[in-house]
């Protein structure tokens, strides 16, 4: 069973930019497809981006295409998120998810779940 620690958010104004991390521990990271996703007050969680065990296949919502960048380390056990040009309809806690499953932005095919980082955005 994988444990998911995520890091890196807080609060910056619109145009900035953020790194969120995501160490697991407990588990063979390179086994697991991983994401991101996100969940503002009020909304339901909500897909971000996903990477594949090896990095080389990603996917992202159409909301963030172009403004962040996934990636992994497996030999570091840790994904990334890259957040630039942010807007202040990117805050959400965000959470790292892993998956034994293919490719997916459905929340029910992620089996592992950090506790999340907070994220704000200001105008």
């Known amino acids: 069973q994988v444990q998911l620690v995520e890091s890196g958010g807080g609060l910056v104004q619109a145009g900035g930019s953020l790194r969120l991390s995501c160490v697991a521990s407990?588990?063979?990271?390179?086994?697991?497809?991983m994401a991101w996703f996100r969940q503002a007050p009020g909304k339901e969680r909500e897909f971000v981006s996903a990477?594949?065990?090896?990095?080389?296949?990603?996917e992202y919502a159409d909301s963030v295409k172009g403004r962040f960048t996934i990636s992994r380390d497996n030999a570091k056990n840790t994904m990334y998120l890259q957040m630039n040009s942010l807007k202040p309809e990117d805050t959400a806690l965000y959470y790292c998810?892993?998956?034994?499953?293919?490719?997916?932005?459905?929340?029910?095919?992620?089996?592992?779940w950090g506790q999340g980082t907070q994220v704000t955005v200001s105008s």
């Open positions: 998810a892993a998956s034994t499953r293919g490719m997916s932005r459905d929340v029910l095919a992620y089996r592992y």
């Open positions: 407990g588990g063979s990271f390179r086994n697991y497809l």
């Open positions: 990477i594949s065990w090896g990095g080389g296949s990603t």
